[in-house]
């Protein structure tokens, strides 16, 4: 069970055996304002520093939806997409996930996203189905499926998992392999509804031990609503990382989120050598003596150098996620 996305020059496994893969989320205007205000005059100045900043946070794959509020979707998104994808790629090259509802949109994207893109996403509706799945299948591409279908999303976990199924199997009969599905069982509001996460860590393990598909999700929807959701997020996507989750859209910017999954993957057997988390502690160290350094005015070595560059660029992350 292997998803492979790429880039040019850099390739993502997805796998119940590979480190956790994060999908840098922050490339959507989706309750951005000012994003979306930005992205429909023409202005990509932050994108691209979400690009950056994310990819230097240790994002693994970076989510792009550009769906601004359009009383003509299919006119704007396209060339909204191509415009932002084509950035993107001019001053990074992580691989890409491009994510839309508008099937001319990915299709845009598509064509312009060099390498090996995941496609964000189709839905057990039969209208998704048909018009998304063509798609996935004539560009050899991977998908995430989403399982909820005509009748909305299911708070019974069983109806959810028929969906997936049902995604699974209509996928392969367009030739469609399990190893490109990766399935979203959807994570719910626990505040709303107090089995979501028992929820979704059950169907984790159901869909790769009868479906044989990853499992990702959208992390920081578990907590919505509930206050101090760091202390939520990052337990959630521990115990998801436990019962087989793979991979998840989630804000590399936040150090919780980065730290739950390093420690996970180490704890899974998952990073060998602990390099991964001894890399991102080395990191944290690095900024925190370049802050001391800058605090006290003494006269930076040639590492304090580079740990002071280091602490400028995740104050400039930090500040971009705000």
């Known amino acids: 069970m292997k998803t492979v996305i790429k880039s040019p020059t850099k390739s993502v496994n997805i796998g119940p055996n590979e480190p956790f893969v994060i999908i840098g989320e922050r490339i959507n205007p989706t309750g951005r304002k000012k994003l979306e205000a930005e992205m429909m005059a023409g202005d990509f100045s932050r994108v691209l520093r979400d690009a950056r900043a994310q990819m230097m946070a ?12 359009s009383i003509q979707p299919h006119k704007t998104e396209p060339d909204l997409m191509i415009k932002v994808i084509e950035l993107i790629q001019s001053v990074t090259d992580i691989p890409l996930c491009i994510d839309s509802s508008v099937v001319p949109a990915l299709i845009a994207g598509i064509k312009v996203a060099k390498g090996r893109p995941l496609i964000n996403s189709v839905t057990g509706e039969e209208e998704r189905l048909e018009a998304v799945l063509p798609v996935v299948a004539e560009y050899n591409l991977p998908v995430i499926a989403i399982s909820n279908d005509e009748s909305g999303i299911s708070y019974d976990p069983r109806v959810r998992f028929a969906v997936a199924k049902k995604i699974v199997e209509r ?26 996460g028992a929820d979704l860590f059950t169907l984790v393990r159901m869909i790769r031990e009868e479906l044989g598909c990853n499992t990702m999700c959208g992390a920081s929807n578990i907590s919505f609503g509930l206050p101090q959701r760091q202390w939520i997020n990052s337990s959630f996507i521990s115990m998801a990382i436990a019962s ?12 919780h989120i980065r730290n ?3 420690a996970a993957d180490v704890l899974m057997g998952h990073d060998e050598d602990c390099m991964r988390y001894l890399t991102a502690i080395r990191k944290a160290d690095a900024g925190a003596r370049a802050a001391a350094s800058e605090a006290s005015g003494e006269a930076p070595t040639a590492d304090a150098g580079e740990d002071r560059r280091a602490a400028r660029e995740a104050r400039r992350a930090a500040r971009t996620a705000r």
């Open 58 to 69: 240790g994002a693994h794959i970076l989510d792009v939806n550009v769906g601004v509020t």
């Open 171 to 196: 996928a392969e009969t367009y030739g469609i392999s399990r190893d490109d599905v990766i399935i979203d069982p959807l994570a719910m509001p626990v505040g709303a509804v107090r089995t979501a």
């Open 244 to 255: 087989g989750m793979t991979c998840a859209i989630t804000n590399p910017l936040e150090e």
């Open 260 to 262: 739950a999954v390093y």
